[in-house]
């Protein structure tokens, strides 16, 4: 994609500051148009969207990369919650654009928005990055510049807002430094908070833009290009001051789609790559009560099935066990799993699997990151190849199917002995395994030197050697039948280079942005040929930033002191040359005067609980009264016989035929992601939804079927099983669906299904809002004649555009009899034709969605189609003597016969 030129002159059309206008145009223009339109949409169940008001400090959270990996953040999450649970602060999240919708963007003159208020990002006081990847560093340009903001700080004016920057990346700020006004060092649910205050106060006292960002400035942990004073990072001295962030259940499947709680924040393993090890001590960690009860409240109010406890060794948390014992009681009977992250292999020991073991883990991952003793030691990883196997061992006796082992190619002093060594522990593993290499997935990254490290200044090896290192264990690895992920080198590469650059390479990243890099963490959009044309024209020695540096030398993030003492990481790196280990101070008390401890702040450890909290058990009162269809009079809450009678013969559930509607927003949702909101709002509602049998049981619910994605459902279908009787479950379940999703009615089907609905529909009956005139669709006339002629040939092939495979389609059989009509007078909102007409529907055959239906009745004149308001509004099935029925109103039709056969035989 060629952006524009730099300098962020971009602004948007003026006419989307109006935020009902902004969405209005969003749906009907571009959502229809793009790739997981579902991104855009706002509407998570947790979300805050109160009326917009100037007078308080308004900050937008911007991270730098897809909605599915922001969403999910763990950071972003936290200062969500923080600043909107702080008097007087809203805060709004926005995510980057996909290419694809960056272009649609551009060409409507559309802003970056709020996800939520859909309020242009400019209107904000502070648009706020979480830098936690250094490859997400042009999405912050393309943000800046869909927002019209300028991109280099030095070109901003009144009108723009504040732009700060936080996460781990701002170890180093200096590359980014020209594009940023501020830096927040360190954790930021304090500093954001300040920062929130200091624009309110600001913004009190009619402050300019100037005057407001030097009141930031002066907050402690902040950082400019050209501070004079060293920033030291902010710590939180006690994670239980600030409650876990429990909100937010994305829209559409994140990447990481559970109830994620960080349990404990720092690490003094000491491990000398690691840099989130080193930059955020000391050690802090969560009380054991709550964590329990965020867990066991948070899934049944989020609707979650699976709970992680975050930390960067979740092994060290204190009270790992008996949180995991107080979740895994506070949950019981619920079908809600506990997933902990990647582990390391000498911290926990048989009982913890033992708890692991009923969970039914589906994998374990662990990190050797090394092969041999020897580098383990240089890395001062602190686990022994035998930790390792027992591990494994443990894993799959507590009934692991896969074991995933990460390691590092290019650490300081590696050999090919030592890739050896990687090898034949590997093959050992894969003896443990039950059956083999099948159960084993390796993954090697290359070694990417970080700031604020002991390995800042070693240095990275080549390309070309990263390139070697792969096809050599690849072919080592062959015979094991192991599946082996390998690491592009140049995104290694380009990791370390902005990883470890200085603010001559801002001038790269601008270019880059420019030539068009966008994503460049995704391997599907990433392309190194535009940073090897703008590197090569920066004129810059980018060997002289990859290679080891002299200790005594300045470091471009000399300015920022991240909780690591300089003159401790440069002795840590000699002591790694030697091979010689450090001891965790945690453990064996010896303090390694690293300096992030201080009189004030040590090292804050769980005090043992009183007792797991949990969620409280649902009252009598809390019950809703029986359905009073199925009463008896004057005794709402007694069954009738009849009912209770059937229900006891029941083998264990009771299916039920669904109608609901699937409109407005949901309609951009795909079809997996509406399935995932119905599982997540059944387990909020509480309902008892049968399960198959099997390992990895799941809710009986089948569906007929799929809308296509931005097409609205009237009268769509589905069949569930509820595990016993539940009186008003219709209410129930619709006071947890999200927005655009109702269910309409039920028929109660009984213990076994007569037959899917996917099999059952033959015919589908649509509404067509068409384009107006205006906007690039057909006139009424010129619509009549269309249909007048459709009608009249037999046959008409149209070449149907598949990813998959173009198909060519004879489309008028598909046409049910002469079921297209045009309405006489146009839509009266959009001035569009409206056009109605059914398909059929073959089983077995290739089929024609509506909006391909639409493209091959109107040609030209409908360029395109998709921009048409499209409605479902039944699905029929074809009787026996060759007329029309629903499929809810088959099942009445076969419970009448049941009920008419059972009593005229009686």
């Known amino acids: 994609m060629q952006a524009p030129a730099p300098g962020g002159a971009r602004r948007p059309d ?15 223009r571009l959502l229809p148009l793009v790739a997981k339109p579902g991104r855009y949409l706002g509407g998570e169940h947790g979300a805050v969207c109160p009326p917009w008001r100037e007078d308080r400090a308004n900050i937008l959270l911007a991270f730098p990369d897809a909605y599915e990996l922001g969403i999910c953040n763990n950071g972003v999450r936290i200062l969500y919650t923080a600043l909107n649970d702080a008097p007087d602060t ?22 970056l928005f709020a996800l939520q208020a859909k309020v242009p990002a400019r209107r904000f006081d502070v ?98 290009p050209g501070c004079t004073e060293r920033t030291e990072a902010r710590v939180v001295a006690d994670l239980n001051d600030h409650r876990p962030p429990a909100t937010l259940v994305p829209v559409i499947e994140p990447v990481h789609d559970r109830l994620s709680l960080e349990v404990m924040r720092g690490c003094t393993r000491g491990c000398r790559f690691c840099q989130a090890g080193m930059i955020t001590r000391p050690v802090r960690e969560r009380d054991v009560a709550r964590v329990v009860e965020a867990a066991v409240t948070g899934s049944s109010r989020l609707g979650w099935d699976e709970i992680s406890l975050l930390s960067l060794s979740t092994c060290d948390y204190s009270g790992l066990g008996e949180a995991m014992t107080g979740i895994m009681d506070g949950l019981r009977g619920t079908r809600t799993s506990l997933e902990l992250p990647s582990l390391r292999v000498d911290a926990l020991d048989e009982s913890v699997y033992a708890l692991i073991r009923s969970e039914k883990p589906g994998s374990f991952t662990f990190a050797p ?46 050999t090919d002995a030592d890739l050896d060594a990687a090898v034949d522990l590997i093959a050992k593993t894969v003896v443990i395994a039950p059956r083999g290499g099948s159960q084993i997935t390796v993954s090697f990254s290359p070694f990417s030197p970080k700031a604020h490290t002991p390995f800042q200044w070693a240095g990275q090896i080549s390309r070309e050697e990263i390139a ?45 942005w420019s030539a068009g890099a966008r994503f460049d963490g995704w391997d599907e959009v990433f392309d190194m040929r535009l940073w090897e044309t703008v590197l090569a024209a920066s004129g810059l020695d980018i060997d002289t930033y990859l290679a080891p540096r002299d200790p005594g030398a300045p470091l471009p993030w000399d300015g920022v002191f991240a909780q690591v003492d300089r003159d401790f990481l440069r002795g ?81 559930k009771c299916w039920h035929r669904v109608v609901y509607a699937k409109t407005g927003n949901a309609a951009f949702w795909g079809h997996l992601d509406f399935q995932r909101q119905l599982r997540l709002a059944l387990r909020r509602a509480g309902l008892p939804v049968a399960y198959s049998q099997g390992f990895t049981p799941h809710p009986l619910l089948k569906f007929g079927p799929p809308l296509p994605l931005g097409v609205e459902g009237d009268s769509e279908m589905l069949d569930m099983a509820f595990s016993r009787y539940v009186p008003g479950w219709v209410e129930i379940l619709n006071g947890h669906l ?58 008409r092939t149209y070449l149907r555009r598949r990813p998959k495979g173009d198909l060519e389609v004879d489309v008028r059989p598909l046409l049910c009899g002469d079921r297209l009509s045009v309405s006489e007078t146009p839509c009266p909102q959009t001035g569009g034709a409206v056009l109605d007409f059914s398909l059929r529907r073959r089983t077995g055959e290739a089929g024609l969605p509506a909006y391909d239906f639409l493209a091959a009745l109107c040609g030209d004149l409908l360029p395109e189609p998709r921009l048409a308001r499209v409605r479902r509004t039944a699905l029929l099935a074809r009787r026996k003597d060759e007329g029309w029925m629903s499929p809810l109103a088959r099942i009445r039709e076969l419970n009448l016969r049941l009920w008419l056969r059972k009593h005229m035989s009686a």
Not at 14 to 28: F, G, I
Not at 369 to 382: C, H, P, T, W, Y
Request: hydrophobic share 35%; with cysteine; proline share 7%.
């Open 14 to 28: 003026p006419r989307y500051d109006d935020p009902q206008l902004l969405e209005s145009e969003l749906r009907r």
């Open 90 to 111: 809203y805060a709004d999240l926005a995510f980057t654009p996909w290419p694809d919708m960056e272009e649609r963007m551009r060409s409507e003159g559309l802003p």
């Open 127 to 224: 648009l706020g990055f979480s830098l936690g990847y250094e490859l997400c560093y042009t999405n912050v340009l393309t943000m800046l510049d869909l927002a019209g903001i300028p991109l280099r700080a030095a070109d901003r004016g009144e009108d723009d807002p504040l732009v700060i920057a936080g996460g781990h990346c701002t170890a180093n700020p200096t590359v980014l430094g020209a594009f940023i006004d501020v830096f927040c060092i360190g954790d930021g649910e304090d500093l954001v908070l300040d920062v929130a205050r200091a624009v309110q106060e600001g913004k009190a006292a009619g402050e300019t833009r100037t005057e407001r960002l030097e009141r930031v400035r002066r907050i402690p942990g902040t950082w400019w």
């Open 369 to 414: 990151e090394a092969g041999s003793q020897r580098l383990r030691d240089v890395i001062n990883k602190g686990v022994s190849e035998q930790d390792v196997l027992d591990s494994v061992r443990w894993a799959f006796d507590a009934g692991a199917k896969r074991v995933k082992l990460y390691f590092m190619i290019g650490l300081p002093t590696e």
């Open 468 to 512: 070697r290192r792969n096809r050599y264990l690849r072919d080592a690895l062959r015979r094991f039948k192991v599946k082996v992920s390998l690491r592009d080198p140049n995104v290694s590469m380009l990791e370390c280079l902005l990883g470890l650059g200085d603010a001559k390479l801002g001038d790269v990243v601008e270019a880059a």
């Open 572 to 652: 840590d790196w000699e002591a790694a040359q030697r091979a010689e280990t450090l001891e965790d101070c945690r453990s064996e008390g010896l303090c390694t005067q690293c300096e992030a401890c201080d009189d004030v702040l040590d090292h804050v450890f769980a005090l043992p609980s009183s007792g797991p909290v949990i969620a409280p058990a649902v009252s009598d009162d809390d019950r809703p009264a029986f359905d009073p269809r199925n009463s008896v009079p004057g005794k709402p809450g007694r069954e009738r016989d009849r009912w209770r009678k059937w229900r006891e013969r029941a083998p264990g």
């Open 738 to 795: 999200p927005a655009g999703v109702r269910i309409l009615r039920s028929v109660e089907v009984g213990p076994v299904l007569p037959g899917t609905i996917d099999k059952d529909v033959d015919r589908y009956d649509y509404s067509a809002v068409l384009p107006s005139p205006d906007d690039g669709g057909p006139g009424l006339t010129d619509l009549r004649r269309l249909v007048a002629e459709f009608l009249g040939e037999t046959t």
